[in-house]
């Protein structure tokens, strides 16, 4: 089951069930304590909820008269880096100071981990992400992310845009928070698949598509099993030590780069494809 957030036509937003042609819209105040999509999604039964909570009195909503939002609430948004071989060697190329280091934390026990959006920064489908103004070599990042419950429990799976300024951080590894931390510097959506059995890894792929003036200018591919770590492990070390009381929203990090001389551009337009959950497009701006 989908479940996502929804923007009717007539200025209305609903929590959705998503379905092949459109979405059956919830009537959140069937049941006391829950008002929002994080609520259904941190229950002891989401698909349960979500099945008794249907609005029986409005019929299903057709895609075209709606639009998408981020299916995020009040969580906090975290990311991993450096998970997938191509992420390794991409991080040891642009920075010749912090090599080892890249090199090293592919292999270590302990992942990088880093913040990345508070909710104001989060930008759903059709929503522009952005690249920094003082940056010449930007990129967008495809990644699994996982949507994970207060008590650290995995519930569902969204699609995310970890937008990236390679110049900055590649220039000083500390940069990393101003690389990545910015107004519309994280893509979200367009909902959340619930986690109801293990994920087929093998079987997950995750694609990017960028274009310029309406021609593709970059497309590349990669699997779920290409990542080097567990995804329980991720959650696991995010929880260490740290408490989220709202959720938390786990980028995985990215198995796609696009080559050295390449760099988003404003109008740009990223499509991020993963099977099973959807796709995310976001134009590109840059002042």
Known sequence: MKLAKVLLSNGERHVAIVEENGVQLLDLSQ?????????????????????????KELPPVPFNQLEFLAPVDFQEV??????????????????????????????????????????????????????RFDSQWSVPEPELTLVVSPDLKLVG????????????EGENPLYLPQAKFYKECCGLGPCVLLHDKPLDREATKIM???????AEVFRGDTSVAEMARG?????????????????????????????????????????IEITGIGTLINPVVKD
């Open 31 to 55: 049941v006391d304590n829950i008002h929002r999509l994080s609520d259904i999604l941190y229950s002891p039964d989401p698909a349960g909820l979500a099945k008794f909570l249907i609005d």
């Open 78 to 131: 975290w990311a991993a880096g450096v998970t997938y071989k191509r992420s390794q060697v991409a991080r040891m190329e642009e920075s010749e100071t912090a090599a080892s280091h890249y090199d090293q934390v592919y292999t270590a026990d302990r992942p990088e981990l880093f913040f990345k959006a508070t909710p104001n920064r989060v930008c759903g489908p059709n929503q522009p992400v952005r690249v």
């Open 157 to 168: 799976y969204t699609v995310g845009n970890d937008m990236s300024a390679r110049d900055i």
């Open 208 to 214: 990017l598509t960028i274009e310029r003036d309406g």
């Open 231 to 271: 995804l329980e492990d991720l959650i696991s070390w995010l929880g260490k030590e740290n408490d989220f009381p709202n959720g938390v929203l786990l980028l995985t990090g990215t198995g796609i780069v696009p080559p050295d001389e390449f760099t988003l551009e404003n109008r740009d337009v990223v499509s």
